[in-house]
Structures are given as C-alpha cells and as structure tokens.
C-alpha cells in the first residue's frame, strides 16, 4: 500500500464507533530495553525485553464520548481496534486489549477554543498488538446467514495463533459469528477455528486460536436473528 493522508482513521472502542470524535491518534509498539553491557564492550549494549503497547488520542469534548471513556479508565482488557487507512473490509487494522490509565475531558481550555480531550492506554495480555485485516464491517444486517469475503491471510505457524476482535455496534436480536480457514479460494472443505459468543447486546469479545493451521484462506461468517452493526478484524502472529 502507498503513503497516504489520514482522513479516515477508525477507532472502535469496546462496542462503539468513537471514530468521529478524534482528530488525532498515536500508536506505538515497542519493547522495554534492557543493558546488557559487559567487560570488553566499547559501547553500550542492550536486549530487548517485555513488548509494549501505547495507544494515544486527542478529539473534541461530547458527552457520548466521555461516558465511553471515563468508563474505561483502569478498567482491563476494553478490546480496541484502529483502521489506519479506513473502515473498509480488506482493509489493514491494529487491535490488542487495553488498560485505559488517562482520560483527561478537559486537555486544555482556552476561551473561544474548541474544548478538547485526550486519552491513554497501554496494552495488556501477551499476546500484545495484532497487526491484521478487517474482515466484516457490516450496518443493518438483518436475518441472514452470509459470509465475509474470504482472503489469504497466510498460514499460521506452530507457536503461533490466530486472534480476531468483534465489536458489536447496534444489537436486536442474536449474532452469531465464526472464524473459518480453508487451503483454498474455493471454500471447499473449510474449518471452524474460533467462535465468539452469541451477541445480544452492544459488546466486545477477543479471541484467539492456536497454530500450527496450515490453511492460508480466511473467511469470517455470521447468523443474524434480529439487526445488527458489528466489525470483526482478524490477524495472525
């Protein structure tokens, strides 16, 4: 994918869309380095410990969006995911459960200014950040049992795993989805290898599944009793 201009970013919070409530993001990954400098050594060395995860935004004040927020705040294991390019399906997405452990509602105040908010959390879990696909961005499914489109995420490794994110936006009813793999475009003899809960309510859910899978085809599908609006983003690592 080129460089791009970011209009469009997603941010899906637990069970909502607060993408239009921020006008910046920052997301970075990293490790905690450790010396590991001895004798004989002429310059500083340093190995790489414990992964890091921190997810930073800056947007306007609204009181949907505070609620949202202030609800996070210590609270562990709010599944998140971000759509850097947009909310497109095949398009990329980063997602990883989080500890909210800043929300400040009032960033800054200066009179005839918008009144601005920013927020911080860090990663949690070991399994830190996924960097995977959006696989199902869907509004006003009603009943119906369909399937996302599927596409070669590649394989997954032994000692590696599948995860997937589901955020459940709008709920009437009973939602019910899957995570399948198969070895080929065709879908011909395909495999079950995660399953959320039934969803009946706005919700989250984070879920993973172990490798070695040698199928390299991935599909998400879906029952719907009801109406919903969900997303389900799915990486390997």
Request: aromatic content about 10%; hydrophobic content about 40%; proline content about 3%.
């Amino acid at each position: 994918m080129a460089p791009f201009v970011q209009t469009d970013v997603k941010w899906w919070l637990g069970g909502y869309d607060i993408s239009a409530d921020f006008n910046a993001v920052a997301l970075v990954y990293g490790a905690e380095l450790k010396d590991d400098t001895t004798y004989g050594n002429s310059t500083r060395t340093v190995k790489g410990g414990l992964r890091t995860v921190r997810l930073e935004g800056e947007g306007y004040w609204d009181s949907p969006v505070d609620s949202r927020l202030h609800a996070t705040v210590g609270v562990a294991d709010t599944v998140v995911s971000i759509g850097p390019v947009d909310g497109t399906e095949g398009s990329p997405s980063f997602f990883a459960k989080y500890t909210t452990g800043e929300y400040g509602p009032i960033s800054s105040g200066t009179v005839g200014d918008m009144l601005a908010f920013r927020v911080s959390a860090d990663g949690r879990g070991g399994e830190g950040l996924v960097s995977g696909t959006i696989m199902v961005n869907r509004s006003s499914v009603v009943a119906s049992s369909n399937s996302g489109t599927a596409l070669q995420l590649g394989a997954v490794a032994a000692g590696e795993s599948v995860y997937a994110a589901l955020h459940v936006l709008a709920a009437s009813g009973t939602l019910d989805v899957s995570v399948n793999s198969d070895d080929g475009v065709g879908w011909g003899s395909p495999t079950t290898r995660v399953t959320f809960s039934q969803a009946t309510a706005v919700s989250s859910e984070y879920a993973s599944a172990a490798g070695a899978i040698a199928d390299d085809y991935w599909r998400v599908d879906f029952t719907v009793s009801g109406d919903f609006d969900f997303v389900v983003c799915v990486g390997i690592k």
